[in-house]
């Protein structure tokens, strides 16, 4: 299963209300099982001022037709400048309305794929899936483990012993990374 581009007319009316904000609609195939709705920002400080006003009007305008297709709503917000961490985490951890993402540092290439770009990041951030083999759309994505997944390669295979040195490790990164700006 993976994302495509559709149309939603609710869309285009919060497209309206917000013309500072470009908005894409994709859905996965015609299930509608899954949709996610990308946002456009130019600045991080127009999406800290306007991320909730989009939100709420989205809550309003925009539904899934299934039931159980409301679960799986997300909200991606593309900025162009870097987003500060307390503004990503208030975001992402608001599960109002819908899941939240977001993708900042988006260079003028990214922006210029819009479409593509969306659909690469959201497949692969919400299905995992790598869209580079089948097209090539300019962007190509290397997953990189982060260190957390890296630190706890071979966990099951570990001893006992083994997997407490893992996780004092662990606990002694986050330590040194807790509270910083990223």
């Known amino acids: ?13 919060v497209q309206q209300s917000f013309p500072d904000f470009s908005f894409n609609f994709f859905t996965a ?9 990308a946002c456009w920002a130019e600045t ?3 999406l800290e001022v306007k991320w909730n006003a989009i939100q709420n009007v989205l809550a309003l305008r925009y539904k899934a037709e299934k039931k159980v297709a409301r679960w799986n709503v997300y909200i991606a917000f593309f900025c162009r400048e870097s987003v500060s961490r307390p503004l990503r985490l208030l975001i992402e951890n ?9 993708f900042d540092s988006c260079t003028d290439d990214q922006l210029w794929l819009k479409e593509e770009f969306a659909l690469q990041r959201l497949n692969h951030e919400i299905f995992e899936v790598d869209l580079s083999a089948g097209k090539n759309f300019g962007v190509k994505f290397v997953y990189k483990p982060s260190s957390l997944v890296s630190s706890l390669t071979g966990y099951l295979e570990a001893t006992s012993i083994e997997r407490l040195e893992m996780i004092e490790k662990l606990i002694a ?3 040194t990374h807790e509270n910083k700006e990223s």
């Open 44 to 46: 991080s400080e127009s």
């Open 94 to 102: 608001n599960k109002f309305t819908a899941r939240k993402l977001i």
């Open 173 to 175: 990164e986050r330590d």
């Open 1 to 13: 299963m993976n994302l495509t581009s559709a149309s939603n007319d609710q869309i285009l009316e």
């Open 29 to 37: 195939g015609n299930s509608g099982f899954v949709s996610c709705i």
